[in-house]
C-alpha cells in the first residue's frame, strides 16, 4: 500500500480510484465493509483501491481537552487498513483551517480536483465539510453532476445491534474486551516503546514490558490475558501473556501504564515497539498488603490466563 499525506499533484497510478472515504477509527467490521465495497469496485472495473481518512482526528482538533479516545493512532490504522489490501492511503491533515471548506467545495477541490476519483463510497452516517453540511445525500448529487460513481454503505447491524466505534469503546470501558473484539474483527490493541520501569516485576520472578497508553484511550483498569507483538525479521511474533493496566496502588503509583509479563520469555524489549492485545479480561485492579500476597495472586492470575488464551482465537 502507498501513503500519500496530500491530495495535490497524485501520480497517475493513484487517481480515478474506487476511494473509500472516512475517519475509520477502529477500522471496526462496519468500516471494513465500507472500504471493502470501495475494493470490490475497483476490482470490477480494474482501477486504483483507495482509503481518504484524516488526521488528526477531528474530535482531537475541536475538543482537545476530553481524554485520550482513539481506538487505533494513526499507526495502528494505516496497517489494518494495509491489511485489507488497499492498493494508497491518502492522509488529509485536519485543522481548523481545513475545517472550514464546505462540503462542496471538498467534492469540487478534493474528490475531483486532486484525486480524479471514479467512484466514492462512504458510510451511512458519513458527515463531512463545514459544520458538517455535507453527507451521503449531497454525493449523489454531486456525483451526477462531476461525473463520478457513489455508493452509501447501509448500516451494518450484528445480533439487532450497530457495529460502530463507539459501542467497541463502550466494551472496553466495561471491561469487555472480547466485546469490542466482535467488533472490531480482532482484539483492540495498545502499541507503544517499552518503557523502563521501577523494575520490580523482575525481582519478584515476573519481569514486564511496560507502555504508555499516549493516544489510545483508557480501558477499564484491571488485568488482562494478552498477546504481545513484535517484529522479528520482518514479522510480527506473538507471545501469550498478562498484563495489568492502571496505576500499581500496591505501589502508590500515579501515571496509567500496561505492565504485561510475558510467559515462557527471556528476552530484552526495552525501547523496542510493541503490540499488546487485550484479549480478555481476568479481573479489576486492587492494593495488596504485601509481595508476597501479590506474588500469590499474579500465580493465579497467570494460569488463569493461560487457560483464557489456550481458549482464545489464534487469529494473531
Not at 485489507?84 to 467534492?107: C, Q, W, Y
Not at 457513489?150 to 450497530?162: K, L, S
Not at 466505534?165 to 466495561?174: G, I, V
Not at 473484539?181 to 511496560?210: C, K, M, Q, S
Request: net charge positive; hydrophobic share 40%; with cysteine.
Amino acid at each position: 500500500m502507498r501513503l500519500f499525506r496530500h491530495f495535490h499533484a497524485l501520480p497517475p497510478a493513484a487517481r480515478g480510484a474506487a476511494i473509500a472515504v472516512g475517519n475509520f477509527d477502529g477500522v471496526h467490521r462496519g468500516h471494513q465493509a465500507v472500504v471493502g465495497e470501495a475494493g470490490r469496485i475497483a476490482k470490477t472495473a480494474g482501477i486504483p483501491w483507495a482509503v481518504l481518512t484524516f488526521e488528526p482526528h477531528p474530535r482531537s482538533v475541536f475538543r482537545p481537552d476530553l481524554p485520550p479516545f482513539r481506538l487505533t493512532p494513526f499507526r495502528a490504522k494505516a496497517r489494518e487498513i494495509a491489511a485489507l489490501g488497499v492498493d494508497h492511503l491518502i492522509v488529509l491533515g485536519f485543522t481548523r483551517a481545513f475545517s472550514r471548506m464546505t462540503a462542496r467545495e471538498f467534492v469540487r477541490n478534493v474528490i475531483v480536483g486532486g484525486l480524479g476519483a471514479h467512484h466514492v463510497v462512504c458510510g451511512y452516517d458519513f458527515k463531512f465539510g463545514h459544520d458538517r453540511g455535507g453527507d451521503a445525500e449531497l454525493l449523489v448529487h454531486m456525483g451526477k453532476s462531476e461525473g463520478f460513481g457513489f455508493t452509501c454503505v447501509p448500516q451494518i447491524r450484528d445480533d439487532g445491534r450497530e457495529l460502530s466505534s463507539t459501542r467497541a469503546r463502550e466494551c472496553l470501558f466495561r471491561a469487555d474486551p472480547r466485546g469490542a473484539a466482535h467488533i472490531l474483527g480482532r482484539p483492540f490493541e495498545i502499541e507503544g516503546r517499552v518503557v523502563v520501569g521501577d523494575r520490580r516485576g523482575r525481582t519478584i520472578g515476573y519481569p514486564t514490558v511496560n507502555v504508555f497508553l499516549g493516544q489510545h484511550l483508557r480501558p477499564a483498569n484491571g488485568v488482562y490475558a494478552t498477546r504481545v507483538g513484535f517484529d522479528v525479521d520482518g514479522r510480527t511474533v506473538w507471545h501469550d501473556g498478562i498484563a495489568n493496566l492502571g496505576r500499581r496502588p500496591t505501589f502508590a503509583g500515579v501515571d496509567i501504564v500496561l505492565e504485561t509479563h510475558l510467559f515462557d520469555f527471556a528476552g530484552d524489549l526495552y525501547g523496542r515497539c510493541v503490540r499488546v492485545a487485550l484479549v480478555d479480561y481476568l479481573r479489576p485492579e486492587k492494593k495488596f498488603d504485601g509481595i508476597d500476597a501479590l506474588k500469590a495472586q499474579i500465580a493465579d492470575d497467570s494460569e488463569k490466563a493461560r487457560i483464557m488464551l489456550a481458549g482464545a482465537s489464534n487469529a494473531l
